[in-house]
């Protein structure tokens, strides 16, 4: 175990019978302290992104408190604080745009409070990545809390995932196969309890893989919201903050390469986010480690997707809960050479310790390895003249008969322009385009929207095309699916050659030998881009300017270039 801590930091804030420390604890005596608060005991700062415009984190008060009981159990003091909550489903123009802030606001707050300890409530989809973001570049000793997924959506004795029917169903609606009483009930039946997204999106992704790199207590992942267990992990995991606290536990011991390598491959056999790539590699440059889109391709493009979770399979995370969870899936990866058993968990033990003797309790959720739901469920990153600094694609959720595709671009100049031509019955589009959109990356958008996976025009919908190639400098939500090739960059609104394409040129796409190529000379390019000129964007907010002027492409993690990496914390000068 880690030496034990010199000073506490609390105790430069609370200590003594000075001036500064008088102020400190009088002003938190007003909420009703006892005294021994301020005696020396480890102080847990509780990260909470409650709020009602993010309805995943709805239950949030209470969990918190569950949490606060175990940190008084094991002796620490515990103090809990608000900071951005990141809504995914009611942030415009997309919750991305704000990852990067709330991440800074996470880490100011640590910064300049006096916390020695720090638990992460998580929820909704950027909750995750902006609060380990922050806490990662202070590396305090921290334990993730996941709020858990939301009961399993419900339609006429259906199963529907919360995200994925909103895809399916709205292609249905707008070919005229269902009614609006159809659309009411599944608004209401997709939304059965507080909690995250329950298909295998993004924020679903994202706990399963805070589980994987050691940062939760096992079971993080997948125990419901509103489950009685999850109120238990949230008690243990307050319990726990107060021991790391006194092993000096920090958050880098944990955050390894070898614990991003496990993620990566769980990611890998879970099926997991394109998302998470973005938001793993901006934490890796967080914390200190090396990790790049190759290493995404290099260990997670042979991993077979064993979880048989919407929107590429079948079930969801209740069931997967019920299945075993994800520890099982971690046994399995180990049983096949490949995890690194010996990375070290927020519990103490090892990641192979706490799932080596993980039970499967249903193999049509959670696949036999030799009879998977996708031969390949990472993530294939392709490069090309198109691309130069990558793009990639979710094999799991494509269409193998378009993994060696040539077409003709149509081309999207924005989202709106999309949305005013795609209907038009005189587009000249067949099965066999290349549907290209672009100026939807993190300058361009800005904030790299999730309209990456743009529906297909409804005259071909009509008759019976399901999936097309489409291509972007977008980001897709976790819980869509299609041949859809994402984050290509640098984006266009950054002089990527996204950019230079024009209606009519013939794009190539080869899944198998990671190219994406736009069938146009050199020479042609260079002409075009003599032509091309930046979109004219207006600055409506201080953010939005900072933003726009910083943020990295999404080979970099979309962080913003101004972040100078960890930096252990120092004590705040006095404030009076
Ligand atoms: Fe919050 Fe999906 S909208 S997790
Ligand atoms: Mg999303």
Redesign the pocket.
Known sequence: MPDSPKTRRSEIWYGGRGKSAFMHRSWMKNQGMPEDSFDGRPVIGICNTWSEL????AHFRDLAERIKRGVFEAGGFPVEFPVLSV???QFRPTAMLFRNLAAMDVEETIRAAPLDGVVLMV???KTTPSLMMGAASCDLPTIVVSGGPMLNGRLRGDQIG??TAVWQLHEDYKAGRISDDVMDEAEQGQSRSPG??MTM???STMASLVEALGAALPENAAIPAVDSRRNKLAQHSGRRIVEMVEQDLRMSKILTREAFENAIRANGAIGGSTNAVIHLIALARRIGVDLSLEDWDKLGRDIPAVVDLMPSGRFLMEDFYYAGGLPVVLRMLGEQGLLNRDALTVNGRSLWDNVKDAECYNREVIRPWDAPLAAQGGIAVLRGNLAPRGAVLKPSAASPELFTHRGRAVVFDTIEDYHARINDPDLEIDASSIMVLRNCGPKGYPGMAEVGNMGLPPKLLEQGVRDMVRISDARMSG?AYGTVVLHIAPEAADGGPLGLVREGDMIELDVAERRLHLDVSDEELERRRVEWSAPDMPEVSTWRRIYRQHVTQADEGCDLDLHPGRHDLEVPRPSH
């Open positions: 993010t309805p995943c984190n809504s995914e489903s929820g909704c989809d919360s995200g995250f997204c999106g993004t924020a819980t």
